[in-house]
Nanobody
Framework: QVQLVESGGGLVQVGGSLRLSCAAS????????LGWYRQAPGKQRELVAR???????NYADSVKGRFTISGDSAKNTVYLQMNNLEPEDTAVYYC?????????WGQGTQVTVSS
């Protein structure tokens, strides 16, 4: 089993910044494979950013140049630095980890960007 706990969401104005954290525990021994998804009201959950199994990073086109995913292997924690936030970034953000066909999710943290 893998447990994922997010933190760092909140209310921010347009152009502001937030940093989300995801602490992973249980049967997980690398930050590779951890990622962030988000789901806005009435929309499907979408990938925001991921650290691949090989250690590289992938981003959704909508966040490239504004968001940065990083991790601390010693703490089994992954971060999402979000800069220049836009109203369209408003969503619940979920930490995610896939192992084979099993997907693990955190409880989610709300990010609201006000204009």
């Amino acid at each position: 089993q893998v447990q994922l706990v997010e933190s760092g969401g909140g209310l921010v104005q347009v152009g502001g910044s937030l940093r989300l954290s995801c602490a992973a525990s249980g049967s997980i021994f690398s930050i590779n494979g951890l990622g962030w998804y988000r789901q806005a009201p009435g929309k499907q959950r979408e990938l925001v950013a991921r650290i691949t199994s090989g250690g590289s990073t992938n981003y959704a086109d909508s966040v490239k140049g504004r968001f940065t995913i990083s991790g601390d292997s010693a703490k089994n924690t992954v971060y999402l630095q979000m800069n220049n936030l836009e109203p369209e970034d408003t969503a619940v953000y979920y930490c995610n980890y896939f192992r084979g066909l099993t997907a693990y999710w955190g409880q989610g943290t709300q990010v609201t960007v006000s204009s």
